[in-house]
């Protein structure tokens, strides 16, 4: 017999399964409650790699401003050094100090902010392979200062170098009340942190000591990070893992007290996966400390899941009865009566099964070992099987086994072990909620203010007398430093655009620039960022830069914040880290006023706010909504950053409660299904179909062959229906030809022999 196509097969399958679903389903009640939450150290990873991307990002934004602002300076006319300082102090404000000197030489130049380190720079090593990269170097107040390089040529005058010094302090952060965080480098040593009380700041000797020890347990997470972040990403993620490109993950310190620190930590990643930075190649790996207070050690028992197991057991134990009883029996019983039959054993009459399509086979093979003897078909009454027993089919068997076997997982699936919408989520993760959208609406509001800065950079290097072919030259070379921009062009007064790079400008023809620095337009269903600067060596001309909508977008995609919008002043959304419809209002009531509330002046401004919100019929949904608040470019707009998620997405007990309840009912299901749908295809359908045939043999039909399906029971009960056809057929030709009947028993015997012999073959 086949494997596949045998009635055994899936029957024993499907017993094994649902002993294996019933031990699964006796331990599902059984989940520890830790002493810290999975969510709390889940989001204490994500609030490490908002870090570090903040951090890469603005590193490697310090190092292409630099580089793209020299190189304008160098396609202009020579200019004194103090003039290259002033002009870069004046559009950007990101640098410590900065520098000029000449590298033949070594003689300072010019000099703006803090002094820097000057004596530590190889001017001999300059020209070699990596010779400008930047380097970090420690000061002698101890703080570390990352070096950035980039070389001033004109044609006849002596190269010179400017060099700026950036502090590794985390741009825009949101850390709360109770988060530290720091940049550690390769060897673990904390390069920098923040969240952390000064000397100064502390006030009493219990603050002291607090400090003092959150400090020393910052280190020692600071070590540990360093060394895990020394892995291959790819070795340090689960199959499938997506998410942050590099190396991240959790920590756990020590219980003291009732409460224990809590540490996430990242390393710098490429923006691109397998594509290194300039940061990145720096080594530096961030922190994020966070104490919370432990939660009561426990264990979330349920007595569900051991009476669920027992009633699949006993549910299951029916189901196969009731296929053992019903289907499998009947069918080998056919088959050994059928076989028997083949043998020209047709003495004995056939033992017929009760119900279904095998009741239905037993009375058509009555019936030809009937004709087999000499009776007639159309002579034969009183063989075929009774109304009731005929409607009773394998498929309608099959069905009550599924039946039985929905009634156990549906309740499970729908209806046990609900979490509800009273669970209790962890406050840090509310907070960790608002901060991180906190985070995000910063790194908007720099982004824009970054692009403004580019803008401004370029308008000042516009000199009058430059050729729009120049200016277009300057253009393109930034539309290729930078694919934040759609389109970048300079536009006069009257509305006309002297020189473009990139698509087709949206600010509306034959208008004034905007006097305001970022503006909103509608292109149809579109939302446009545009940027304006003024260009002072073209009088009246602006430097337009159109952002691309998906480069704002593409800000916004961070695991462990759900759904996240951008919305204008009107409140109508304008982007989004998944699929929404431009300008359109938040899905629910709930969410509006969450962020009708947030922009209501409280003392200053606006402050972040972060809720749980109940009873809306989704469940428990964390929110939280950021009014962008901020200096720069960025600052009269009114936008609001809001996200929200589901709690039913977190790795809290209840929830993990629920989730294996669900998993054990759709394990269950997927078992009937499975095994249920196997035997109908293979067996069921063949045997219907052999049901027709058997009994169309029986009423006359020597024409059709019979071929079997598979070779399994049903196709032996085939195999032996046609030899029985055979055997008719020699019979009426013998008794066409005046040979008596009863002496054909040995060409049954023959027929019988030749076809289980082909059968074996």
């Given at each position: 017999m086949s494997l596949l196509g045998g009635i055994r097969p899936p029957i024993a399958v499907l017993s094994a399964l649902l002993l294996a679903v019933a031990a699964l389903t006796a331990f599902l009640g059984k989940v520890a409650v830790p002493p810290v939450s999975e969510a709390v150290r889940t989001s204490q990873q994500y609030f490490a790699e908002d870090g570090a991307i903040a951090l890469r990002a603005s590193l490697d934004e310090s190092i292409t401003d630099l580089s793209r602002t020299t190189t304008l300076f160098n396609a202009g006319p020579p200019v004194s050094a103090d003039t290259v300082l002033d002009k870069l102090g004046s559009v950007y404000q990101k640098w410590r100090g900065t520098a000029v000197i000449e590298i033949s030489s070594g003689r300072l130049e010019a000099q703006r902010g803090e002094n820097l380190p000057l004596t530590v720079i190889d001017r001999t090593a300059l020209g070699e392979s990596g010779?400008?990269?930047?380097?970090?170097?420690?000061?002698?107040?101890?703080?570390?200062?990352?070096?950035?390089?980039?070389?001033?040529?004109?044609?006849?005058?002596?190269?010179?170098?400017?060099?700026?010094?950036?502090?590794?302090?985390?741009?825009?952060?949101?850390?709360?009340?109770?988060?530290?965080?720091?940049?550690?480098?390769?060897?673990?040593?904390?390069?920098?942190?923040?969240?952390?009380?000064n000397d100064e700041q502390i006030q009493s000797d219990d603050v002291k000591a607090e400090t003092e020890k959150a400090r020393k347990q910052l280190k020692k997470f600071a070590k540990s990070a360093a060394q895990k972040t020394r892995a291959h990403p790819l070795t340090t993620k689960e199959p499938g893992g997506g998410g942050f490109l590099g190396v991240s993950g959790s920590l756990l310190g020590p219980?003291?007290?009732?409460?224990?620190?809590?540490?996430?930590?990242?390393?710098?990643?490429?923006?691109?996966?397998?594509?290194?930075?300039?940061?990145?190649?720096?080594?530096?790996?961030?922190?994020?400390?966070?104490?919370?207070?432990?939660?009561?050690?426990?264990?979330?028992?349920?007595?569900?899941?051991?009476?669920?197991?027992?009633a699949l057991l006993l549910i299951g134990l029916l189901a196969v009865a009731l296929l053992i009883g019903t289907v499998q029996r009947p069918l080998i019983t056919l088959f050994l009566e059928s076989r028997r039959i083949s043998r020209g054993d047709l003495r004995r009459r056939v033992n017929r099964p009760r119900y279904g399509e095998a009741a239905r086979i037993g009375a058509a093979l009555e019936r030809l070992r009937r004709q087999l003897l000499g009776e007639a078909p159309e002579h034969q009454v009183g063989h075929h099987v009774g109304r009731g027993r005929g409607r009773i089919g394998a498929r309608a068997l099959l069905a009550a086994c599924s039946?039985?076997?929905?009634?156990?997982?549906?309740?499970?699936?729908?209806?046990?072990?609900?979490?509800?919408?009273?669970?209790?989520?962890?406050?840090?993760?509310?907070?960790?909620?608002?901060?991180?959208?906190?985070?995000?609406?910063?790194?908007?509001?720099?982004?824009?203010?970054?692009?403004?800065?580019?803008?401004?950079?370029?308008?000042?290097?516009?000199r009058e007398g430059s050729s729009p072919a120049e200016i277009t030259t300057?253009?393109?070379?930034?539309?290729?430093?930078?694919?934040?921009?759609?389109?970048?062009?300079?536009?006069?007064?009257?509305?006309?655009?002297?020189?473009?790079?990139?698509?087709?400008?949206?600010?509306?023809?034959?208008?004034?620039?905007?006097?305001?620095?970022?503006?909103?337009?509608?292109?149809?269903?579109?939302?446009?960022?545009?940027?304006?600067?003024?260009?002072?060596?073209?009088?009246?001309?602006?430097?337009?830069?159109?952002?691309?909508?998906?480069?704002?977008?593409?800000?916004?995609?961070?695991?462990?914040?759900?759904?996240?919008?951008?919305?204008?002043?009107?409140q109508r959304v304008i982007?989004?880290?998944?699929?929404?419809?431009?300008?359109?209002?938040?899905?629910?009531?709930?969410?509006?006023?969450?962020?009708?509330?947030?922009?209501?002046?409280?003392?200053?401004?606006?402050?972040?706010?972060s809720v749980l919100l109940r009873g809306n019929g989704d469940g428990?949904?964390?929110?939280?909504?950021?009014?962008?608040?901020?200096?720069?470019?960025?600052?009269?707009?009114?936008?609001?950053?809001?996200?929200?998620?589901?709690?039913?997405?977190?790795?809290?007990?209840?929830?993990?409660?629920?989730?294996?309840?669900?998993?054990?009912?759709?394990?269950?299901?997927?078992?009937?299904?499975?095994?249920?749908?196997?035997?109908?295809?293979i067996v069921v359908r063949a045997l219907r179909e052999l049901t027709e045939r058997?009994?169309?043999?029986?009423?006359?039909?020597?024409?059709?062959?019979?071929?079997?399906?598979?070779?399994?029971?049903?196709?032996?009960?085939?195999?032996?229906?046609?030899?029985?056809?055979?055997?008719?057929?020699?019979?009426?030709?013998?008794?066409?030809?005046?040979?008596?009947?009863?002496?054909?028993?040995?060409?049954?015997?023959?027929?019988?022999?030749?076809?289980?012999?082909?059968g074996r073959n």
């Open positions: 010779g400008l990269a930047p380097r970090m170097v420690r000061l002698e107040n101890g703080e570390t200062r990352l070096l950035t390089f980039a070389v001033l040529s004109w044609p006849g005058k002596p190269q010179m170098l400017l060099v700026a010094s950036s502090s590794l302090k985390f741009p825009g952060i949101s850390l709360g009340k109770f988060r530290a965080i720091a940049v550690a480098d390769s060897g673990g040593q904390i390069l920098s942190s923040d969240g952390l009380a219980s003291d007290g009732g409460e224990r620190a809590v540490a996430g930590y990242a390393s710098l990643a490429g923006p691109e996966a397998g594509k290194g930075t300039d940061a990145t190649s720096l080594g530096l790996t961030v922190v994020s400390l966070l104490t919370v207070t432990e939660e009561s050690t426990a264990t979330v028992d349920s007595f569900i899941g051991i009476a669920a197991a027992g039946a039985l076997l929905l009634l156990w997982s549906a309740p499970l699936v729908l209806l046990l072990n609900r979490a509800g919408e009273h669970v209790a989520v962890p406050q840090s993760i509310i907070h960790d909620q608002r901060e991180r959208t906190d985070t995000m609406a910063d790194r908007i509001r720099r982004a824009l203010n970054e692009g403004h800065a580019d803008l401004t950079s370029m308008g000042l290097l516009i300057v253009l393109e070379r930034t539309l290729t430093q930078h694919p934040r921009y759609a389109s970048l062009y300079v536009l006069r007064n009257d509305g006309t655009v002297t020189a473009r790079a990139g698509a087709e400008p949206h600010h509306p023809r034959g208008k004034a620039p905007s006097t305001a620095p970022v503006v909103l337009l509608e292109s149809g269903n579109e939302p446009v960022i545009v940027e304006y600067a003024p260009a002072p060596g073209l009088e009246g001309a602006y430097v337009v830069g159109e952002l691309r909508i998906d480069f704002l977008n593409s800000l916004l995609k961070r695991p462990g914040l759900g759904e996240v919008r951008v919305l204008d002043e009107k982007g989004g880290n998944n699929g929404y419809l431009a300008f359109s209002e938040l899905p629910n009531e709930s969410l509006r006023a969450l962020v009708t509330g947030t922009n209501q002046k409280v003392g200053m401004g606006p402050r972040p706010s428990i949904t964390l929110a939280a909504a950021v009014p962008m608040a901020g200096g720069g470019a960025a600052k009269p707009l009114t936008w609001t950053v809001v996200s929200w998620q589901p709690a039913k997405g977190l790795a809290i007990p209840e929830y993990r409660l629920q989730n294996r309840t669900v998993l054990a009912g759709l394990l269950g299901l997927t078992a009937a299904v499975a095994c249920l749908g196997w035997l109908h295809i058997a009994e169309a043999l029986a009423d006359g039909d020597r024409r059709t062959v019979l071929f079997p399906r598979h070779h399994d029971e049903v196709g032996a009960v085939t195999r032996s229906l046609e030899v029985v056809r055979q055997q008719l057929v020699d019979l009426r030709k013998r008794e066409a030809a005046g040979q008596p009947a009863h002496d054909t028993h040995s060409v049954h015997s023959a027929h019988a022999d030749r076809a289980h012999q082909a």
